[in-house]
């Protein structure tokens, strides 16, 4: 299809569009790139390579001009611990607060496979050399705030006990992130070469909200003609350290689930995907980039309590962010400049009731009324389809969302829908059972399943067979852990207990009957494996007595077995695929908060070319598949094809086959189908209104009255 056509179908062209006419035109940009770089490994090599070509010159003043921006909604680049519930101190009075408080672990390296070096300590020499380097961090200002809130009368009497509760009860383990975040500003603000005022933290968020932009934009100072070299990232990696890992998600090269392989320093569960933006698209970022900090600074700056101490959001003397001109990439690259590309933001609505239990903050000078950019090109592209919808996203909690892509479905007969998910739940976040937001979004908003029913948008049963969801995960991993068995007892067919030569230490807590069941744990001898289904109960002094699956032959008596485990996979990309025509990559899920609360930044690109959305396409899905470039090998409708062995879906003989694992190592598959309809959990009273205040907020809607700490 024509470039005009395809900009016509899935772009965002002018307000008057029927389907985006709520919004005014987003930033639109020709003669530009969109590398996507997939995981964290493949961001940093670009990354890496930016850095060095700033601040160069061994004269620091020739160096003045070259720069360094970092937005991120957490920054890890002095690590910390996280546990949740630790990272608050309050004094023994109940009023006022000590603030958060870190460690310094596991700070943030820019290659893990080579000696240390810390983003850091890099940020800290480009500071030296003369590059104007600045970080932005997100901290929450309504969590940690030590301002009054505007409850009349009382509020300044309960504001401490109530502040003190909430940091305490650390909410979604927002406070110790964003302690990391304090700590990683503070440090940067000690170097006295310049960082004192180019480390800021972003406190322009909704109280129920965050400004959840991670990104970065590295640029040399502008040539005679005024124009700059840049490039920018945005996506939905965090600079922290546990987000590492490499393409396929294997833990070395050539590992094999034997008692021989070398220990694995890390668990490669991380799933992500960053865009890299080169030529005049580059300058998207950078103005998102400038028109945060400059927001900023137009407000007097907070302060927050961090390990006893006042730290301001920003220093006196921190100045704005200039205009710059972008026009060239900074790192060469060979490919033409084909994509046309759109920068997209969320920024909210402020808008709160009379009175309220958190801070309120201002509405943004430039967008007063929120900026719902990423809603309109999201929704114009999902309507547009005609082969396929791809979305990856760690959440499924946008009914809206799900809505467009039913009301797509019913007109294109033939289009095919594809929901990646994570295959486990990211460990960073507090233990949370989120069916019933699924079934408000998968059930009810996607399949159209309500009650009463509703013939126009509950999907017959061809429909649903367009529909497909999994939950991806990852190669197995061999653990330090190990045991001899000393005795075997045969149950039943489907089970024999394993008596083991660990006895629970006498500063042991007793361990519960099956508290290794649904682990995803498994034994191997190294020729054969078998499943870890459970355990019996055991105490200070006694063996631990482990089941397994004995798959018709147990583990001989005396055997020495290791351990080994599947993750699933840590789906935090936010990533849509149209048609092999149209791509969007970002900050955003699929969620009403990114939709209308969260700050957010995406860009979504079309080629000229007709290639690079394909490639990306190829590169991503052969992941998953275990087939490099996948669109190298087969057609898209082959490619289709694999998802799935119905006849539906297999319009050809020549597919790719479902990736198995390889012989003798057991764990879900790789593509675990997740069956529809999901469970029929409707949502609860409490849920909706958990969701409307709290977790899944809609800025456009007032926000505020009382809120317990308990929540």
Request: net charge negative; with cysteine; charged share 20%.
């Amino acid at each position: 299809m024509p470039i005009d056509a395809d900009k016509q179908r899935y772009f965002w062209l002018a307000a008057n569009d029927p389907v985006t006419a709520t919004e005014p035109e987003p930033a639109t940009y020709a003669d530009s790139i969109i590398d996507p770089a997939i995981d964290l490994a493949e961001y940093m090599g670009y990354f890496r390579a930016a850095l060095q070509l700033v601040g160069t010159d061994p004269n620091r003043e020739n160096n003045r001009g070259d720069f360094i921006y970092i937005s991120g909604w957490w920054l890890g680049l002095l690590g910390g611990t996280y546990q949740r519930g630790r990272g608050f101190t309050a004094p023994g009075s109940g009023l006022g607060s000590a603030g958060p408080t870190v460690g310094d672990l596991d700070a943030f390296d820019l290659d893990p496979n080579a000696p240390v070096v810390r983003l850091i300590d890099e940020l800290k020499k480009k500071a030296q050399a003369g590059v104007d380097v600045r970080v932005l961090g997100w901290v929450s200002f309504s969590l940690l705030s030590t301002a009054p809130v505007p409850i009349p009368l009382l509020g300044a009497l309960i504001n401490p006990i109530v502040a003190n509760a909430i940091q305490a009860k650390d909410p979604g383990g927002l406070v110790s992130l964003n302690g990391q975040t304090m700590n990683s500003i503070k440090k940067l603000r000690e170097e006295p070469n310049a960082i004192p005022k180019g480390g800021m933290l972003n406190v322009i968020g909704h109280s129920a909200g965050a400004v959840h932009i991670k990104g970065a934009v590295i640029g040399r100072k502008a040539d005679a003609a005024g124009k700059t070299e840049a490039i920018a990232f945005t996506g939905g990696l965090d600079l922290v350290d546990d987000r590492w890992a490499e393409m396929e998600h294997k833990p070395n090269p050539g590992w094999a689930p034997l008692p021989t392989s070398p220990p694995l320093p890390r668990i490669p569960r991380w799933h992500d995907v960053q865009a890299v933006m080169e030529g005049r698209a580059a300058q998207a970022f950078y103005n998102h980039f400038r028109d945060m900090w400059n927001e900023n600074l137009r407000r007097e700056a907070k302060r927050f309590n961090f390990e006893g101490q006042k730290l301001p959001s920003y220093v006196p003397g921190t100045e704005a962010v200039p205009d710059r001109l972008i026009e060239e990439s900074l790192i060469p690259n060979p490919d033409p400049k084909l994509c046309h590309v759109q920068s997209l933001r969320t920024i909210p609505k402020l808008n709160y009731r009379w009175y309220n239990c958190l801070p309120e903050n201002d509405p943004v000078s430039y967008a007063p009324n929120g900026l719902f950019e990423i809603k309109a090109a999201w929704k114009k592209a999902i309507l547009g389809a005609q082969r396929f919808i791809y979305i990856e996203d760690q959440m499924y909690w946008g009914k809206e969302i799900m809505e467009w892509v039913n009301q797509t479905i019913r007109n294109q007969p033939n289009l095919r829908v594809i929901l990646a998910m994570s295959g486990q739940a990211d460990p960073n976040d507090p233990a949370f059972d989120d069916a019933e937001y699924l079934h408000e979004s998968i059930n009810v908003g996607l399949l159209g399943i309500e009650n009463p029913p509703n013939p126009t948008r509950e999907l017959s049963a061809a429909q649903r067979n367009q529909i497909r969801i999994f939950r991806l995960w990852g190669e197995p991993v061999l653990t330090a852990d190990g045991f001899t068995v000393n005795a075997v007892t045969p149950v039943n067919a489907a089970e024999t207990r394993l008596k083991t030569d660990q006895v629970l230490p006498p500063d042991s807590a007793p361990v519960a009957e099956d508290a290794l069941k649904g682990k995803n744990l498994y034994v191997t001898d190294g020729a054969a494996t078998w499943e870890v289904t459970g355990n019996l109960a055991a105490t200070v002094g006694n063996p631990l007595v482990v089941k397994v699956d004995p798959h018709g032959a147990p583990p001989a008596n005396g055997s020495v077995l290791r351990i080994y485990t599947v993750y699933g996979l840590v789906v935090h990309s936010k990533v849509t695929l149209i048609d092999d025509t149209w791509a969007m990559i970002g900050s955003a899920n699929v969620a009403r908060r990114s939709l209308y609360t969260d700050w957010e930044h995406c860009v979504s690109f079309i080629d000229e070319g007709g290639d690079r959305v394909r490639r990306f396409q190829g590169r991503l899905w052969g992941e998953h598949f275990k087939i490099p470039n996948l669109h190298l090998v087969y057609s898209l409708d082959e490619e289709l094809g694999g998802w799935d062995a119905d006849p539906a879906w297999r319009t050809t003989a020549n597919f790719p086959p479902m990736p198995t694992r390889p012989a003798g190592v057991l764990g879900p598959p790789y593509l675990q189908p997740v069956p529809m309809p999901l469970p029929n959990r409707p949502m609860s009273d409490k849920t909706r209104t958990s969701a409307n205040e709290i977790r899944d907020v809609d800025s456009r809607d007032e926000w505020g009255g009382v809120c317990p700490p308990s929540q």
